[in-house]
DNA sequence: TCCGCATGCTTTTTT
DNA sequence: AGCATGCGGA
């Protein structure tokens, strides 16, 4: 019965078996963060607990499923009763139950962000406000900060710091379309991304007919992955549920602060640093040992990520102490860079038998992908690209689903926008425009606007054309299921017919697409699972949409095909393979030009990089290149700073070939020197000429390091490397202790060397 | 209404 | 370079 729970070390089942109180577990990249989360919720079960008391919240559907499948692995059929999900989805399902109180119909839309843009420039446009200034993006996320921040449009609208801040960036009227576009998203039955989190706390803190202590009963055990992605919102969402601070609360927070790479979406990295002082009584255990890399991979991340200033103390480690050092590839050019990855992938594979679908390229931002593809493809080795639009983004597969949504919600604007005249009936841009005019000035929904505006006959009779459409799929959804709506909204439309039209590759890959949507439709209504809480699950198309609108992560990830990764960092976060090669690791583009002013964001770059670092099992590439097109021109970038804050000892860096007499001066990378701007120190820049000196000979058999913590000031020292030399001075405290040594054989300046990882043997 | 060209702007991304 | 957006002409 409680077999799993010898499958853990010390810690871990320390965090499995701790129910009660809160709980904060910091897990470390690799530490088996997932294993313990789900022998947790397991052992809540196992321990009596019923199913619909435990909520358990991540940040995407696939962790969610994931660990789903895995714990009706271990506890069986009755976890499909947990309350599991995304916080947006469970949020969702509860507003949708409550939505009487919140003054919301129970079908109400959920607006992805080209929606809430949309409606965005509605009114930018219609406020004649210049659309540069007020650029839709950055209108979109001084909102959405806002309601992260609970601040209402009144309080916005109130508040003189976040005024005068408008006020400086020239866009005193933020406020005015904020307070527009809640107006509107009102009018039509629709909540943002935000919303769904928003009104849920709304919900609680007025507490009508006392849902809070409800939902308080409810969620007796509440877990949260990922923390430190959480946001303002979202935590004190959780402090609401937990009934923080009244009573005893059993929370589980599980998360990595050193891994916070999202705060420039809200994240708030301080939730996870200031957990123990919000709750009473937290007990904190630190899961450390890392069962996924190589002595050098963890050594390396935890050296590097020592450079960030606030972070929680831990202390990662491993036992495997064999494989290769860090790789560092240093390559002349982009194509040069991408070529080699290529070649190396080739190697791992033949030489070492590593399959492609073991490792990885990852990168800063997705336009780095291209020259990858390229080399990839010519050397004919299998790739997949992720990231990028997703499959519900498509436009051929949102046009199906706004008449979709129309019929469901007809006072969705923007499914109404989209769809009234796409196939082309003849409504145009001018009678749209007056309809949205005349339903603004009126406050009502653009539906209502449509059906009661006076409109030239011609249009008239399209729009009738248009609403019977709608008004026929509609009387349809009331007998029968979701599938069949959907299909005769296919031919009813004429939007299969449009698309069968186009007979080009993209024309019926387009057609294709939309198969597929009707198809995924067909399987939800077919699919006999039992829902959160227990319930039997909703198969309306109501409730299809709902999930549909918080479903944009479709794995395509399979184990079947062997091909290699390639992905933004971002996007590998949890992922792991046996090979990882970080490209373009140079100054404005890793960290990001973005960033270099604001020592905060570097700090985030630079946990970034841990993420991508920490990716690897136990092969791992960092590349830079001297040039590179960007932006379309040819640009010069230095090497990344974070390359010189990885420990000398773990890395193989590229350093010229030692010259055999005869030969010419090396070619290619290997002559590459230090840029003219290049920085001083740092084992990578190393001047040719130091480092083309011979070896210092040192028996490595009778290499002993003494402990770091004898190593002081005037003491003789031996380094493998490094050869004989004298520390002249330490610095520093505990594992932040640096000592600074002058090296027999290495000419220019003494070196720093980290005494945590050093290994120097005293004389 | 629609198409085509000019212009401008480039991080990361989940829900 | 590539993409999205916007404006102007047919």
């Known amino acids: ?43 809540l079960l196992n321990s009596g607990v019923a199913p619909w008391n435990v909520l358990a919240l991540t940040f995407t559907n696939k962790a969610a499923r994931e660990m789903k499948e895995r714990i009706v692995d271990i506890a069986g059929s009755r976890s499909n009763s947990l309350w599991m999900g995304t916080f947006h989805s469970v949020f969702a399902r509860i507003l949708r139950r409550e939505s009487d109180k919140i003054g ?63 006020q400086m ?98 994240a708030d990295i301080s939730n996870i640093l200031d957990f123990q002082s919000e709750y009473q009584d937290v007990k904190v255990i630190k899961l450390e040992q890392n069962y996924r890399s190589t002595i050098h991979i963890v050594n390396s ?17 491993t036992d495997k102490t064999e494989g290769p050092k860090v790789k560092i590839l240093r390559a002349l050019t982009d194509t040069e860079e991408a070529k080699r990855v290529a070649g190396l992938i080739q190697e791992y594979r033949n030489r070492h038998y590593i399959e492609y679908k073991e490792m990885a390229i990852l990168y800063r931002t997705n336009a780095q992908s291209r020259a990858f593809e ?106 029968s299921n979701a599938y069949q709506v959907a299909l005769e909204a296919s031919k009813l439309s004429g939007l299969e017919k449009l698309l069968k039209q186009d007979t080009s590759i993209e024309g019926v890959n387009r057609l294709q697409n939309m198969y597929a949507l009707l198809d995924g439709i067909k399987e939800f209504v077919e699919a006999d699972e039992i829902g959160e809480g227990g319930e039997v699950a909703n198969k309306s198309l109501s409730s299809y949409l709902q999930n549909v609108a918080l479903m944009t992560d479709l794995d395509q990830a399979n184990n079947e095909d062997d091909y290699v990764t390639l992905m933004t960092i971002h996007s590998a976060k949890g992922l792991e393979f046996e090979a990882i090669f970080v490209v373009g690791m140079e100054e404005n583009i890793f960290p990001s030009f973005m960033t270099l002013n604001d020592p905060s964001q570097i700090d985030e770059e630079r946990r970034l990089f841990y993420v ?29 700073r974070f390359l010189e804050e990885l ?73 493998l490397k490094f050869g004989k030399g004298k520390v002249l001075s330490v610095d520093g405290s505990r594992d932040k202790r640096v000592a600074t040594i002058r090296f027999e054989d290495v000419g220019g300046e003494p070196k720093r060397l980290m005494l945590k990882f050093a290994k120097l043997q005293i004389v």
Request: charged share 30%; with cysteine; hydrophobic share 30%.
């Open 1 to 43: 019965m409680s077999e799993y729970l010898n499958q853990l070390n010390d810690s871990q089942r320390e965090a499995v078996t701790t129910l009660e109180g809160p709980v904060m577990v910091i897990a470390g990249p690799g530490s088996g963060k997932t294993r313990v989360l789900t022998y947790r919720i397991a052992h």
């Open 104 to 166: 919301y119909p129970s079908d109400f839309t959920i607006y992805d962000t080209e929606d809430s843009k949309s409606v965005l420039n509605e009114i930018i446009k219609e406020m004649k406000l210049d659309k540069n200034t007020y650029n839709v993006n950055g209108v979109r996320a001084r909102i959405s900060a806002a309601k992260t921040q609970l601040i209402s449009p009144e309080q916005y609208a109130k508040d003189e710091r976040i005024r005068s801040r408008d």
């Open 612 to 640: 991508a670092v920490t990716r690897s099992k136990r092969l791992l590439t960092l590349s830079h290149a001297k040039s590179r097109y960007q932006y379309g021109q040819i640009r010069y970038n230095d090497p990344s």
């Open 647 to 719: 420990p000398e000892e773990h890395i193989d860096a590229p350093t010229p070939k030692v010259k055999v007499i005869g030969e010419a001066p090396g070619k290619g990378y290997n002559t590459y020197d230090a840029s003219p701007k290049g920085r001083v120190s740092g084992h990578f820049n190393r001047s040719p000429r130091s480092s083309a000196r011979p070896s210092p000979k040192i028996d490595t058999s009778n290499f002993r390091p003494s402990p770091s913590d004898k190593i002081a000031k005037g003491q003789q020292v031996l380094h």
């Open 301 to 317: 991340a935890n050296h590097l990520i020592s450079y960030n200033k606030k972070q929680i103390k831990k202390k990662i480690w």
């Open 374 to 479: 390229e080399h990839l493809r010519k050397a004919n080795i299998p790739y997949k690209i992720f990231g990028g639009l997703s499959f519900f983004q498509r436009k051929e597969v949102k046009d199906l689903l706004a008449y979709l949504r129309l019929v469901v919600n007809e006072n969705d604007s923007e499914a109404l926008k989209r769809s009234i005249n796409y196939p082309r009936r003849g409504i145009g841009k001018t009678s749209l425009d007056k309809m949205l005019d005349y339903a603004n000035k009126n406050e009502i929904s653009t539906w209502r606007a449509l059906t009661e505006l006076q409109l030239p006959p011609r249009t008239t009779s399209s729009i009738k054309e248009f609403v019977q459409i709608i008004r026929h799929l509609q009387g349809m959804a009331k007998e």
């Open 169 to 266: 960036s020239r866009r005193p009227y933020i406020h005015v379309i904020y307070e527009r576009y809640v107006k509107r998203c009102e009018r039509a039955g629709a909540m943002d991304f935000d919303d769904l989190l928003y009104k849920f706390y709304y919900l609680l803190r007025d507490n009508p007919e006392g849902v809070k202590e409800k939902y308080q009963a409810q969620f007796q055990y509440i877990l949260v992955d990922e923390f430190q992605d959480t946001n303002f919102l979202q935590y004190a969402i959780l402090k609401m549920l937990s009934r923080y601070p009244e009573s005893k609360q059993n929370v589980c927070i599980v998360g990595d602060d050193a891994q916070s790479i999202y705060a420039f979406r809200g």
